[in-house]
């Protein structure tokens, strides 16, 4: 395919323009369909991507995860690979529905107001309105998504896989349906898994209530934080040990206001350390009390409704919002003498992970799915290595959910969603079938002869994480679920299982683990091989960014102030894996300045005129050096991935072209102002900056193309992500080691001409009292280059005067200029010798101090020491210098 850009080297901008060129090269790589994969020969590489909510729009959250898959995706692709990365949506039942009902309120339209097909009309066209919204925003970033392939989990086709998976696994026993206590958001009104409730330590209240005993003048005192469901209670307990109330075993305590008698009983659960060592049991409002209820054969009475509201079964308040109710049964309660005393405590409280409500405990009959099952294999898999979280921290917590799971409550009271395949008879029997058709035949099994009107269709959907725990297998072949593998299409054979997820830590049970368990109950085989977890993007103050803080910048005015580049260099330039990204919009005015020092890196060397004249010998070592520490930064950074260690792969090939590239090659080679370069030389640039461009690629996509389409030859590639990846040539150690040596040289060169005020220009001899002047030798001609020495001599003899450089074990010594005040010299340098005296003195008393040696942690006790060996080089440096001085 060839690009319909063509570049002369006069069309070559002065500055780099990131706005229209990443607007231009997204449209390029679209024409030319660079993403799109079909199944062929080469080893697949497959992502597929956390399909965000259809609700959503972009954040930081979205752009650093989006980021680390396109740089995976676009490697993989330079290293020969097919790959294909499928985007996708999730239609987030609870969010969606949420977003749709407030539309209708601001439009006047209550939901209630509707039937449901009418309802999801509604839906649907919100939908259609505002579900792209988000993957065009993605397309900004560079995302290499395979466009063609993008799936929504209410698709046709995927509804229909839901569908199949919960027919199959109730056939087999592992769907059930059943009255159990459940977390309920009464602000959604609907059921939540465990996973999907976000437990907050806020300030709270432990109230002291007395019960009276009937028939006795003695009372009981409770200690509880949810006074509200005191006109629930069915029982009080306590442990059958403790001495303080064995007496009152048995007998019947009254629920206060309401006057209800209920029985005192004893159990082991009661911690008798806490509160006041009774426990008031509420069977329809706490998980625990609920199976106290169920061993102790307790009536259930539930008090507050789906709603959030006291029942009729309050007898109180009915009608009324518990919060509210809260308030005004402690003033009841207090007037009636009821309220021993109240404490400040903090608790842990559970609340919506979608609408921030508090959770009510609940008993509801719903839909489960058994776990345990499924739950062993995937965590085998996981504890093997089968499939690989990065960082291998996360295994601890894998492993402590797994060994933990509970049945998944998959039930949700809501319209927005696949529905629920069971169907009901006027008497409540119901059978699972796929259509109504269906659902008539399996109750004639029964011996039940019935017509369609007399049916009715469980009115719940199916929770969201039930569609996307299918995702790395139905977006390939949705009829997969119910075929054998030998059906499968030729998608599924050829990508799945996938190589790599990207994802969050906070979904590591929601999304990932099911997937496994998905992976390995309908395909026998895992869903990926690695699993990368990201941080949290906070801000400066470390807080976690969201829109209610109004402390998350706009991703999309950021790409358009720094360029989609300058973002994603921003983005991961900080985020190791597993570890929070403190976030500052600093990084990508860095990652901007970085593709600018690339560019105008590129434009240097474009501007150079060539002769044929032999090469200076400056530039053949520079050359020889930069290609031995190109490929030993080729080594590293290959290993940095394989460890998936992507941060600092950034920062290893950041550093490459920033100091290496740029600071020391180019400024080795750069001839004379208005001067010809010699050819080689420039070829050899030009080559390097193509292996750099091919390294780079994967992170800065957009300059790199711009770059590459000026730089590249009839050979290569005429898109830069079809090159392949640079390869990795031999190494030569000695030679890195040996011009390491002389940039310290240069450096302290360099040093010496800041502090003394000597300008750059300014030529200077150089002598060298060295213990192997063979090492200096091979890089001579870049030492006087880049220090601006006119002369440098090997010499065990110093001049006198002179200024002293220390460098490793060579000694280096400057000539004094007339233009240096030598005696103003000798009081710095006396100064600065009593400052370091002084420090040695400090560090000495604290390393003398043997309380401190055997208290202070070993890693502080060897930063003391190396102080002490530093300074006392520094003075070692100072003294001999002012002695030379003297002499």
């Not at 008798?272 to 054969?297: C, E, Q, R, V």
């Given at each position: 395919m060839q690009p319909s850009l063509e570049h002369t080297s006069m069309e070559l901008p002065i500055k780099y323009n990131p706005n229209t060129t990443e607007d231009k090269w997204y449209a390029e790589w679209l024409k030319n369909n660079l993403f799109h994969s079909e199944p062929d020969s080469r080893p697949s590489f497959t992502i597929v991507i956390p399909p965000p909510n259809v609700t959503g729009v972009l954040h930081m959250g979205h752009m650093l995860n989006n980021t680390i898959q396109d740089v995976l995706i676009r490697r993989a692709r330079m290293q020969g690979k097919n790959t294909c990365w499928v985007p996708g949506t999730d239609h987030a039942s609870i969010a969606t529905e949420a977003k749709v009902v407030a539309k209708l309120k601001a439009d006047g339209i209550e939901k209630a107001s509707l039937s449901r097909d009418e309802f999801l009309s509604h839906a649907w066209q919100w939908k259609e309105k505002h579900g792209g919204i988000i993957l065009e925003q993605l397309k900004k970033l560079g995302a290499a998504c395979d466009w063609e392939r993008t799936k929504f989990t209410m698709d046709p086709e995927m509804s229909k896989a839901v569908i199949d998976t919960f027919i199959k696994l109730y056939n087999e026993g592992l769907i059930y349906r059943g009255v159990r206590m459940i977390n309920w958001d009464p602000s959604a009104q609907t059921a939540l898994s465990d996973e999907e409730v976000i437990y907050k330590e806020n300030p709270g209240k432990l109230f002291y209530v007395v019960y009276s005993i009937a028939n006795s003048e003695k009372t009981i005192t409770i200690a509880t934080t949810r006074p509200e469901t005191i006109l629930g209670d069915t029982a009080i307990c306590v442990h059958p040990d403790d001495s303080r109330f064995s007496e009152l075993v048995g007998q019947k305590a009254i629920v206060p206001l309401i006057n209800r008698e209920i029985p005192i009983i004893?159990?082991?659960?009661?911690?008798?350390?806490?509160?006041?060592?009774?426990?008031?049991?509420?069977?329809?409002?706490?998980?625990?009390?609920?199976?106290?209820?169920?061993?102790?054969?307790?009536?259930?009475?539930?008090?507050?409704?789906?709603?959030?509201?006291m029942s009729e079964a309050a007898q109180l308040f009915v009608g009324e919002d518990r919060f509210v109710v809260r308030k005004k049964i402690i003033k009841e309660l207090d007037s009636n003498e009821k309220l021993l005393k109240i404490e400040e405590i903090i608790n842990k409280v559970g609340h919506s992970e979608r609408t921030d409500a508090v959770i009510?405990?609940?008993?509801?009959?719903?839909?489960?799915?058994?776990?345990?099952?499924?739950?062993?294999?995937?965590?085998?898999?996981?504890?093997?290595?089968?499939?690989?979280?990065?960082?291998?921290?996360?295994?601890?917590?894998?492993?402590?959910?797994?060994?933990?799971?509970?049945?998944?409550?998959?039930?949700?009271?809501?319209?927005?969603?696949?529905?629920?395949?069971?169907?009901?008879?006027?008497?409540?029997?119901?059978?699972?079938?796929?259509?109504?058709?269906?659902?008539?035949?399996?109750?004639?099994?029964?011996?039940?002869?019935?017509?369609?009107?007399?049916?009715?269709?469980?009115?719940?959907?199916?929770?969201?994480?039930?569609?996307?725990?299918?995702?790395?297998?139905?977006?390939?072949?949705?009829?997969?679920?119910?075929?054998?593998?030998?059906?499968?299409?030729?998608?599924?054979?050829?990508?799945?299982?996938?190589?790599?997820?990207?994802?969050?830590?906070?979904?590591?049970?929601?999304?990932?683990?099911?997937?496994?368990?998905?992976?390995?109950?309908?395909?026998?085989?895992?869903?990926?091989?690695?699993?990368?977890?990201?941080?949290?993007?906070?801000?400066?103050?470390?807080?976690?960014?969201?829109?209610?803080?109004?402390?998350?910048?706009?991703?999309?005015?950021?790409?358009?102030?720094?360029?989609?580049?300058?973002?994603?260099?921003?983005?991961?330039?900080?985020?190791?894996?597993?570890?929070?990204?403190?976030?500052?919009?600093?990084?990508?005015?860095?990652?901007?300045?970085?593709?600018?020092?690339?560019?105008?890196?590129?434009?240097?060397?474009?501007?150079?005129?060539?002769?044929?004249?032999?090469?200076?010998?400056a530039s053949e070592e520079a050359v020889a050096w930069f290609f031995s520490k190109l490929q030993d930064e080729k080594l590293r950074i290959e290993d940095l991935f394989s460890k998936y260690r992507i941060s600092e792969a950034l920062m290893a090939l950041y550093k490459l072209v920033w100091d290496d590239y740029c600071a020391w090659f180019l400024e080795a080679i750069k001839p004379a102002y208005q001067h010809p370069i010699n050819e080689s030389t420039k070829i050899a640039a030009q080559d390097f900056m193509k292996d750099l461009l091919r390294m780079l690629h994967p992170f800065v996509p957009f300059i790199t193309e711009e770059i590459w389409s000026f730089l590249k030859s009839d050979e290569d590639a005429q898109f830069i992500l079809n090159e392949s990846e640079a390869v990795v040539k031999e190494v030569d150690p000695t030679v890195l080691t040996q011009f390491e040596l002389i940039r310290e040289t240069v450096s302290a060169v360099r040093n010496f001409r800041n502090e003394k005020g000597i300008s750059p220009k300014e030529s200077i001899t150089l002598y060298c009292r060295s213990r192997n002047d063979e090492r200096m030798i091979p890089f001579q001609a870049s030492l006087m280059k880049l220090a601006n020495i006119d002369e440098l001599v090997f010499s065990q003899e110093k001049p006198e005067p002179s200024f002293m450089l220390v460098i490793r074990t060579d000694e280096f010594f400057i000539p004094v200029a007339n233009a240096v005040d030598i005696e103003a010299e000798k009081t710095k340098l006396a100064s600065e010798l009593d400052y370091l005296k002084g420090f040695l003195n400090s560090v000495g008393k604290k390393l003398s101090n043997e309380k401190f040696i055997a208290n202070a942690k070993p890693e502080i006790i060897a930063n003391e020491r190396k102080k002490e060996a530093d300074t006392l080089q520094k003075i070692n440096m100072i003294e001999k210098q002012l002695k030379g001085f003297l002499e």
């Open positions: 004893a159990d082991e659960y009661v911690d008798m350390t806490f509160g006041t060592g009774a426990l008031k049991i509420t069977p329809a409002h706490d998980i625990n009390d609920y199976h106290l209820g169920i061993k102790h054969k307790l009536p259930v009475i539930d008090v507050i409704s789906a709603d959030g509201k009510e405990p609940r008993l509801s009959l719903q839909w489960f799915v058994k776990m345990q099952e499924m739950a062993q294999p995937a965590l085998k898999a996981v504890l093997d290595g089968e499939v690989q979280l990065h960082p291998a921290k996360f295994v601890n917590t894998y492993k402590h959910w797994m060994e933990n799971v509970k049945d998944w409550c998959i039930s949700r009271q809501l319209w927005w969603g696949q529905r629920i395949p069971a169907w009901y008879d006027k008497e409540g029997d119901f059978v699972v079938a796929s259509s109504a058709d269906e659902a008539l035949s399996k109750f004639k099994d029964l011996g039940k002869s019935l017509e369609v009107s007399e049916l009715s269709q469980d009115e719940d959907v199916l929770d969201t994480w039930f569609s996307s725990w299918l995702w790395p297998i139905t977006v390939f072949d949705a009829d997969a679920i119910s075929k054998p593998k030998s059906e499968w299409n030729a998608d599924l054979k050829y990508y799945y299982p996938t190589q790599d997820l990207v994802t969050a830590p906070e979904i590591l049970f929601f999304w990932v683990a099911r997937m496994i368990m998905a992976g390995i109950t309908f395909c026998d085989e895992v869903p990926f091989k690695n699993v990368y977890l990201t941080g949290i993007v906070r801000d400066k103050l470390g807080r976690k960014m969201s829109k209610s803080l109004g402390n998350s910048p706009d991703p999309i005015d950021l790409i358009n102030k720094y360029g989609a580049d300058g973002v994603r260099l921003g983005m991961l330039l900080t985020s190791p894996a597993g570890n929070d990204l403190p976030f500052d919009e600093s990084l990508c005015e860095q990652g901007r300045n970085f593709n600018n020092k690339l560019w105008n890196a590129f434009r240097l060397i474009n501007s150079w005129e060539v002769t044929d004249t032999p090469a200076e010998k």
